[in-house]
């Protein structure tokens, strides 16, 4: 499943038993008897964390939801399962706890759009995956599933045609001027033209999780600064984390590590780097995806990452095999 997060989650609801103020998930897996799922909404429309739990193979959840919402199911294997609310309805979820990717989630027409979508491309490569991606939004530019794609599939790319971009925000927000994930997608693009033409590390100053202050200036002194979006939900993003321990061992100081984590919670962040022994200077303010440093460094997915020597820009998004290719010069062995 893509990476990203990076970026937008969605759940479910039904015409039955479901008032005007909740959306409603309901489901049933085969060979999964018992078990929990978290449930979060990347852009903050969800308040923290919420647990659905599966007893006997079913599961139901209702959720606060005054409008429509993009929520994030993290499924038992770690991979998560893009669901998308609206106020009164419900939606509901069959599929094999041994194929999670094979999941049909049927009752709006959001999601019935994405369903159809997800299994067309199931069999394609990236570049194919892309390119029906952005037929999908042409066609369909005033619904919900248009920026989740744009993020998902478009910008999620080694080298994202951000002129491309701006054309289908401009095209999705003729259709949809009140969706505030729409002007957050613009200002991310516009960001993101913007390092690539300059190369220069974005100025900031933040605060980390032990109140100490970051700022441009410290990483852009360093040889080598390595900035990493990651959460403690995400299987490849904790991964990544200690993979980083390895590499912050190895490089003697030479390269400097900054985590932005897009944890709903400062605590679970502070938590899961206590009881992995990572002392990395680590951002997270519970805002996820709509982080200050999300923003900053243009993170969609998860995990990301931005790569800079000497305070210019030289990689972004790269993969892990990229990236310990890169910093190789730079660690003892």
């Keep these: 499943m893509k990476k990203f997060l990076?970026?937008?989650?969605?759940?479910?609801?039904?015409?039955?038993?479901?008032?005007?103020?909740?959306?409603?998930?309901?489901?049933?897996l085969l060979h999964l008897n018992q078990g929990e799922f978290y449930v979060y909404s990347p852009t903050g429309d969800l308040e923290g964390l919420d647990t659905l739990k599966v007893q006997a193979g079913r599961f139901a959840l209702e959720i606060p939801c005054e409008r429509p919402m993009v929520l994030m199911i993290v499924l038992p294997n770690f991979t998560q399962q893009v669901v998308f609310a609206?106020?009164?309805?419900?939606v509901d979820i069959?599929?094999?706890?041994?194929?999670?990717?094979?999941?049909?989630?049927?009752?709006?027409?959001?999601?019935?759009?994405?369903d159809s979508f997800r299994k067309r491309i199931a069999q394609m490569s990236p570049p194919e995956q892309k390119r029906i991606a952005i037929e999908v939004i042409k066609e369909n530019p005033e619904t919900a599933v248009a920026p989740y794609l744009l993020m998902t599939y478009v910008l999620d790319d080694r080298n994202p045609d951000y002129a491309q971009a701006s054309t289908l925000i401009k095209m999705m927000e003729e259709k949809q001027k009140d969706n505030g994930m729409l002007k957050?997608?613009?200002?991310?693009?516009?960001?993101?033209?913007?390092?690539?033409?300059?190369?220069?590390?974005?100025?900031?100053?933040?605060?980390?999780?032990?109140?100490?202050?970051?700022?441009?200036?410290?990483?852009a002194k360093a040889p080598l600064a390595l900035v990493v979006a990651w959460s403690?939900?995400?299987?490849?993003?904790?991964?990544?984390?200690?993979?980083?321990?390895?590499?912050?061992?190895?490089?003697?100081?030479?390269?400097?590590?900054?985590?932005?984590?897009?944890?709903?919670?400062?605590?679970?962040?502070?938590?899961?780097?206590?009881?992995?022994?990572?002392?990395?200077?680590?951002?997270?303010?519970?805002n996820m995806f709509d982080s200050k440093g999300a923003r900053i460094f243009g993170f969609y997915n998860l995990p990301d990452n931005a790569l800079f020597r000497n305070g210019q820009l030289i990689g972004h998004s790269l993969s892990q095999q990229e990236l310990s290719s890169r910093l190789q010069p730079y660690l003892s062995h």
Aim: proline residues 2%; charged residues 20%.
């Design 6 to 28: 990076l970026f937008a989650f969605a759940l479910i609801l039904t015409a039955c038993g479901t008032d005007s103020h909740h959306f409603k998930i309901e489901g049933r």
């Design 232 to 286: 403690s939900l995400n299987y490849e993003s904790t991964g990544l984390m200690q993979q980083m321990k390895m590499w912050q061992q190895q490089s003697g100081g030479r390269i400097k590590f900054l985590t932005v984590s897009l944890d709903p919670s400062i605590e679970q962040c502070r938590t899961y780097l206590k009881n992995n022994q990572m002392n990395y200077t680590t951002i997270c303010d519970g």
């Design 94 to 114: 069959k599929g094999d706890a041994s194929h999670m990717s094979e999941m049909t989630i049927k009752g709006t027409d959001d999601n019935k759009l994405m």
């Design 86 to 90: 609206e106020p009164g309805k419900t």
């Design 184 to 219: 957050l997608l613009n200002d991310k693009v516009n960001l993101m033209q913007q390092s690539a033409l300059n190369g220069r590390m974005p100025n900031f100053v933040l605060t980390d999780i032990n109140g100490q202050r970051v700022s441009s200036s410290d990483l």
